[in-house]
Structure formats: C-alpha cells, structure tokens
C-alpha cells in the first residue's frame, strides 16, 4: 500500500502484480533474495524492496511538484525518517499479538501501542505546524509510514477488543486517520478493517 500511495501521489502508472498467500513466485525470489517479502517495485528491470526505502526511492525518480520527504530542509527529513523507523519498530510486532498470529501479552502489546500512539500525536502536532497532514498541506513519508498500518490498526481494536486510535487519547490523530483514509490517492488502496477481522478469523 505504501509503495502504490507514493506513485499514486507522483502521477506514475505502474501495474501491480499480486502474489498468493503462502507461496512465493519465482519472480519474488528472484526479486528480494534476502527477505523474501513484499513489496518490491521493479523500475527499468531492476529490483527495490523495503516499503519505506522504495517511497524514498520514488520520491527521488519523479520529481516535484509531489514531494514526499520534505526537500528542502534535511533536518525535517532526518525527523520524518526518525518516526518512519519508529513506527515499523513499533506497531507491526505488536499488531500480530493483538491479531493472535504469535504468542504474547495482549495487554503490554496494547499499552505500547497506545504509548506509541501518544508519540506520534506529539510528532503530529510538530510536523504538520497546523496542517492537514504530518507532510503539511499534503499526504508525505510520514503519512505513509503510519497511515499504511491504519487498516489493521483498526482491526485489531475489533479483534482484541482493545481501544488505541479509537479512543479519546489522540484526538489529532484519530482526525487525521479519517482524512488520509479518505484522500484520493488512499482510498482505493486502503484494505477495509472489517475484510482484515474477517481474514483473521479464517485464518486463525
Ligand atoms: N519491512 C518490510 C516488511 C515487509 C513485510 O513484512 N511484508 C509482508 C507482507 S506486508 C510479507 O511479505 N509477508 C510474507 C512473509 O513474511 O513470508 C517492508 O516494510 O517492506
């Protein structure tokens, strides 16, 4: 979802190729060796993965007027890439506790979600000086880094019966959540909290 946001926020047409849960094609190995996840993007034949590397790599390729990282301020991109790689510290290990995917406690995963949460409420308030966005008056690398996790974000509330954006303790954030899952360049790339519940409990 990151890596469609970010070219969707360029203006570039790119074709998605799905891979099937549980399998992994030729072309996925072949294409990230290492980790053998995705996303991967391939540009002119050659092969980026990691989901934040890749939005920094289509930041730099196609140019302004989109930018994603702030350009012309290196400490306020330095900051945003501080929380981007906060976020991923963060949220995904605590997301499969709370999903029930790997053993933990529920509890202490959802504390430090919350705690995170209260962060980047913080971090919110400073990036976006007022703005719509942490990337200001539109969608940037950090709207991205945590707006992806949103979906199951949301999920998890409903599967572990557990209140994090939901709730009253972020109230800028809970805000902004609304308006990016709305964004046009989000909306059709967002996967539905309820399809994410459903695919939880079919494959629990
Ligand atoms: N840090 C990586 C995480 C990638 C990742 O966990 N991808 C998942 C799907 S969202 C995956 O490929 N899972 C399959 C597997 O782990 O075998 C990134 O941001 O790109």
């Given at each position: 979802?990151?890596v469609?946001?970010a070219?969707?926020?360029?203006?570039?047409?790119?074709?998605?190729v799905?891979?099937?849960?549980?399998?992994?094609?030729?072309?996925?190995?072949?294409?990230?060796?290492?980790h053998k996840?995705i996303?991967?993007?391939l540009?002119?034949g050659?092969?980026?993965s990691?989901?934040?590397?890749?939005?920094q790599?289509?930041?730099?390729?196609?140019?302004?007027?989109?930018?994603?990282?702030?350009?012309?301020?290196?400490?306020?991109?330095?900051i945003h890439?501080?929380?981007?790689?906060?976020?991923?510290?963060?949220?995904p290990?605590?997301?499969?506790i709370?999903?029930?995917t790997?053993?933990?406690?529920?509890?202490?995963?959802?504390?430090?979600?919350?705690?995170?949460?209260l962060y980047?409420?913080?971090?919110f308030?400073e990036?976006?000086?007022?703005?719509?966005?942490f990337?200001?008056?539109?969608?940037?690398?950090?709207d991205?880094?945590?707006?992806?996790?949103?979906?199951?974000?949301?999920?998890?509330?409903?599967?572990?019966?557990?209140?994090?954006l939901?709730?009253?303790?972020?109230p800028?954030?809970?805000?902004w959540?609304?308006?990016?899952?709305?964004?046009p360049?989000?909306v059709?790339?967002?996967?539905?909290?309820?399809v994410?519940?459903?695919f939880t409990?079919?494959?629990?």
């Open positions: 979802m990151r469609m946001v070219l969707r926020l360029k203006g570039v047409e790119y074709e998605l799905q891979e099937t849960m549980g399998k992994k094609s030729e072309l996925l190995l072949a294409s990230n060796p290492v996840k996303p991967v993007l540009h002119r050659r092969p980026i990691e989901s934040l590397i890749i939005v790599y289509v930041d730099e390729v196609w140019p302004p007027p989109a930018s994603i990282l702030p350009s012309d301020d290196p400490y306020a991109a330095a890439r501080f929380w981007g790689q906060y976020i991923d510290d963060m949220f290990p605590r997301i499969r709370l999903r029930g790997v053993p933990g406690d529920k509890n202490k995963a959802s504390d430090e979600m919350t705690t995170a949460l980047l409420e913080e971090a308030v990036c976006s000086k007022g703005k719509q966005y990337g200001g008056d539109s969608i940037g690398y950090l991205i880094a945590l707006g992806s996790h949103l979906g199951w974000i949301k999920a998890v509330e409903r599967i572990a019966g557990v209140e994090l939901g709730g009253a303790k972020v800028n954030l809970a805000a959540a609304d308006r990016f899952c709305a964004h360049a989000v059709d790339v967002m996967p539905d909290a309820d994410l519940v459903e409990a079919k494959h629990a």
